[in-house]
Structure formats: structure tokens, C-alpha cells
């Protein structure tokens, strides 16, 4: 196995971008929660709370997508490995005072490497379609703070991110 001296993992010692090795780690239990909004005009907002977009349920259909991106996090980003996951949830919470929808995804597997990647693809796909199903009612709409909020498990173990305003 080559090891890199850097701390960016998917590079070998000659610089090359490459797969890591996770064959000698072992399988654990592994969970990441991500989140991120999106803000949009109040009037859409109230159109995706009522249910009544042109396109119909809004937040079902992101639903469906972010937990489906999860899945084929590996056919979109190049390194990373296809993992068996054993839960994917992605939950959403209308803010009015900020005009906004916040999702929140949680991944989990038992494997040797983490599922930060599948939460951060789901959330950023479940906004994606949010921002596809009420394009017609807002083109303004505008998405921010995806961001892991935690991971566990694994070699580094527990990670949670500092509270931090929202951008």
C-alpha cells in the first residue's frame, strides 16, 4: 500500500489521484448527519407548506431524491467507494422566519470507511430538487450551509461541528 505524507488522503507519494485502500480497515459502525437550506421568497415557501406547486409535493419528491443520491454517491464522485448502507434519512423543517426549508440527512452502514460524503450528496440533491420543483415560482432561491453537523465512528471516531451562525 502507498502512503501519502500529505494529509489528503486520495493522492499517492508520487502525487496521483487514487482510490484508498480501506481493505485493512475494519468494519464498523458508522453514522453522518449533514445539513443545508435553502432560502426562497415567502410566497414559494407557502407554496411548498400548502403542498400546492405546480409540481406537487415538494418536500416528498426531495425526499425520495436525497435518499436515492445517497445511494450512487460513488457513480458522482470519482474516489469514492459504493458502500452498503443500512439507513438513509432525510428530514425537512420549514423556517418561516428566514423564508427558508432546512434538510437534514442522516447515513448509516457498517464498513470501513465513512458516509460523510452520501449525507453531504443527499442534502445538497434534496435541495437541488427543491430548487427544480418551485424554479417556475422563484428563480431567486439561493442554497447555503451544507455542512457536516456529525460522524461517528471509525479510526477518528466522533466529530461534531462547532455551532456556528447560519451564512
Do not use: W
Not at 485493512?24 to 435553502?38: L, Y
Not at 459504493?82 to 426549508?101: C, I, W
Not at 434538510?103 to 449525507?119: D, Q, R, S, Y
Amino acid at each position: 500500500m502507498t502512503t501519502s505524507p500529505s494529509p489528503l488522503t486520495h493522492f499517492d507519494a508520487q502525487g496521483q489521484a487514487h482510490m484508498v485502500d480501506v481493505g485493512a480497515k475494519p468494519a464498523t459502525h458508522r453514522v453522518a448527519i449533514a445539513t443545508g437550506r435553502i432560502e426562497m421568497q415567502p410566497a414559494t415557501l407557502a407554496l411548498v407548506e400548502s403542498g400546492t406547486a405546480k409540481k406537487g409535493d415538494v418536500l416528498g419528491v426531495a425526499r425520495i431524491a436525497g435518499i436515492m443520491a445517497a445511494k450512487k454517491t460513488s457513480e458522482l464522485i470519482p474516489l469514492c467507494h459504493p458502500l452498503a448502507l443500512t439507513r438513509v434519512a432525510v428530514e425537512f423543517e420549514l423556517l418561516p422566519s428566514d423564508s427558508a426549508v432546512q434538510c437534514t440527512a442522516t447515513v448509516e452502514t457498517v464498513g470501513p470507511t465513512g458516509v460523510e460524503m452520501e449525507a453531504l450528496t443527499a442534502v445538497q440533491v434534496a435541495l437541488l430538487t427543491v430548487y427544480d420543483m418551485c424554479k417556475a415560482a422563484d428563480k431567486r432561491m439561493v442554497m447555503t450551509g451544507v455542512r457536516v453537523l456529525e460522524k461517528h465512528g471509525g479510526k477518528s471516531g466522533t466529530f461534531v461541528a462547532a455551532e456556528r451562525d447560519n451564512e
